[in-house]
């Protein structure tokens, strides 16, 4: 069952009001156009409130070596890559790509302390564009649980103008808790151990809290 996220009830309570209004100006203006008006305006509140669903979702096995998805959508990398930001070495980069359709709440993918937390600020390229993940606005978390450290990167696109991120350094979080939210999709970025064994591949549609992403 899904519930409404606290990002969208100020958003959803204004857009109401003002297609409310919108409705009445066409009655008072254009009456027989009314009935037009009035099926745009719940079609344009539609789908903006499935943007804002919240699914509870638990995952099926806490354990530690695995790293669950943070986040609805399509793999779109999966490869080694340069980590400058924190690591400055080496990782495995796997891309979750969000599309407005899909759930925007992200979740932590595994349990332990917050050890890094930063915000960029920056452009608003495409998702898939290769720079997005460096150039765009940006929040970068790096959870360590043990010896293991994952890097993630919520990344804002050319809709998403709004990244939100509820964790501080030094939280001790649980695997599954809510990390943050992206208004109207965009991507997460996940950097792993090279030696992380990747269960997904190229294309494949996940979910949080519900696909392993790897082994680690």
């Known amino acids: 069952m899904a519930i409404i996220h606290r990002e969208g ?56 070596t695995l790293i669950y998805a943070p986040a609805d959508g399509q793999v779109v990398v999966i490869e080694e890559a340069e980590e400058t930001e ?25 349990g332990g302390e917050v050890r890094y937390l930063k915000h960029h600020p920056g452009k608003y390229l495409v998702a898939w564009h290769p720079k997005s993940s460096t150039e765009n606005e940006r929040t970068t978390v790096v959870i360590k649980n043990g010896q293991t450290e994952v890097l993630l990167r919520q990344i804002a696109g050319a809709m998403a103008k709004r990244i939100r991120n509820y964790l501080s350094i030094g939280d001790r979080i649980t695997q599954g ?40």
């Not at 690591?87 to 595994?110: A, E, G, Y």
């Open 9 to 64: 009830h100020r958003m959803l309570i204004i857009l109401g009001l003002a297609l409310a209004v919108l409705n009445i100006v066409t009655y008072l203006a254009w009456p027989g156009f009314l009935w037009l008006a009035t099926a745009a305006s719940l079609i344009f509140f539609a789908l903006v409130l499935q943007f804002f669903r919240n699914p509870k979702r638990t995952i099926p096995k806490a354990d530690d």
């Open 86 to 110: 924190y690591f400055n070495s080496k990782r495995l980069q796997v891309s979750i790509f969000m599309s407005p359709l899909n759930v925007h709440v992200n979740r932590n993918p595994l």
């Open 177 to 216: 808790s809510e990390m943050g939210f992206i208004k109207f999709g965009s991507r997460v970025d996940l950097f792993l151990p090279l030696d992380a064994e990747v269960k997904v591949n190229i294309g494949d549609k996940v979910k949080g809290n519900k696909t392993v992403i790897a082994k680690v």
